[in-house]
Structures are given as structure tokens and as C-alpha cells.
Antibody, heavy 122, light 106 residues
């Protein structure tokens, strides 16, 4: 089956750090640009970060730039999100999402994981 | 930043109804718009991209139209499986989502 599975979420105190992982199966991750998208409880979707196939380019939403770092290990078919200096408003379900373009970037998302919940609270 | 505004926020409808959701962009996004369906506790599912192209496997009762700043998602005959929240997303300039439209049972 083609799927994405996130892990690494949990409860963390404000100012703390967390590293999320996203494991891909059923397709070759190295062929796809990948994204992180989050959804605060009861709220809508917010794009967080984007990384191109070879990690040559990385982009972030203003709300997380300087605190979050996206990376990937194509050999391990995995995507990561290092989250530092976490704040209460980072509390959300974090989804990894695939860009469908085989070459280049389509800029939308055709495959999503089920998400992992990050709760920032003291 | 491009802002996306969906209307209505909530829509009450019955099985068999024709349903239309509107998404407006704060500036022209040409036809770089996608629609997603999300059910509670589940990941979003891509329905339509490039404003009107149906994703593989999506039922033909879903359709999208529009260009520039105004777009619509139409469900021609609402089915029980369609009660969900729908989001539009622009990708003309990075990525921005609308706030969502919940389609609930009337």
C-alpha cells in the first residue's frame, strides 16, 4: 500500500523540542517533494514546511521559520521535522503530505499521513 | 500573502441535494486551486486540482469550476459518505487553505 505514517508527537513543555518523523512506503520518497501541514484542535489546515527532492530547497511558514527545520533521508524513505522553542500555539496534529509531481513541484498534496498530535503545555 | 475565504462555514443539506461551496481568493490565483475533503479524525483527501481536474478515484458527482479569484466545488447529488469538511487551497503563491466548510446532515 502507498502510505505515509507519522510518529514522534507527544506532550512537551513550552520552549521544548520535538522531532517528528514520517515514514513512506509503497513509493520512492526520493521522487517527491514533501510537506508538513498542521491542524490545531478544531481549526483549519495550515501549511508549515516544504522540502524539495534532494533537500536543495526548504521553505517555511512565517509562523515557524527559525524554530522548525525540515529534513529528509531518501535512503531511509523518511521525512523529518525538528521543532525547537515550541509554543502553545504550535499545538496541532501534524501531517506529512506528498506533492504529486514526479519532476518539479505541483504545489498541492495528493497523499497524506494520518497525523501525529503535538501538545505544547506546561 | 494570499487569503482564501470559503462560504458558507457550515451547510446543512439532505441526501440527494445539490451542494455548492464557494472559495474566494484575495488576489488572482489563475486556476491554481485544489479541494480536499476531511472527515473527523482522518487525513484530508484530495478531490480536485487545477480548479476543475478530478483526482483519480474521486466520484464524478464532485466537480470544480472557476478561475481568477472565485471558485466553486459542487456535489451534484449528496451521498451519505459526503458529510465532511471541505477545504480549498491555493498554490499560486506558496500554499494557503480556506477555513473550511462543514457539510452536515439537515
Amino acid at each position: 500500500d502507498v502510505q505515509l505514517v507519522e510518529s514522534g508527537g507527544g506532550l512537551v513543555q513550552p520552549g521544548g523540542s520535538l522531532r517528528l518523523s514520517c515514514a513512506a512506503s509503497g513509493f520512492t520518497l526520493s521522487s517527491s517533494s514533501m510537506n508538513w501541514v498542521r491542524q490545531a484542535p478544531g481549526k483549519g489546515l495550515e501549511w508549515v514546511s516544504w522540502i524539495t527532492t534532494s533537500s536543495g530547497n526548504k521553505y517555511y511558514a512565517d509562523s515557524v521559520r527559525g524554530r522548525f527545520t525540515v529534513s529528509r533521508d531518501n535512503a531511509q524513505n523518511s521525512l523529518y521535522l525538528q521543532m525547537d522553542n515550541l509554543r502553545a500555539d504550535d499545538t496541532a496534529v501534524y501531517y506529512c503530505a506528498r506533492d504529486p509531481a514526479v519532476a518539479g513541484t505541483a504545489w498541492y498534496f495528493d497523499l497524506w499521513g494520518r497525523g501525529t498530535l503535538v501538545t505544547v503545555s506546561s | 500573502d494570499i487569503q482564501m475565504t470559503q462560504s458558507p462555514s457550515t451547510l446543512s443539506a439532505s441526501v440527494g441535494d445539490r451542494v455548492t461551496i464557494t472559495c474566494r481568493a484575495s488576489q488572482s490565483i489563475r486556476n491554481w486551486l485544489a479541494w480536499y475533503q476531511q472527515k473527523p479524525g482522518k487525513a484530508p483527501r484530495l478531490l480536485i486540482y487545477k480548479a476543475s481536474t478530478l483526482e483519480t478515484g474521486v466520484p464524478s458527482r464532485f466537480s470544480g469550476s472557476g478561475s481568477g479569484t472565485e471558485f466553486t466545488l459542487t456535489i451534484s447529488s449528496l451521498q451519505p459518505d459526503d458529510f465532511a469538511t471541505y477545504y480549498c487551497q491555493q498554490y499560486n503563491s506558496f500554499r494557503t487553505f480556506g477555513q473550511g466548510t462543514k457539510v452536515e446532515i439537515k
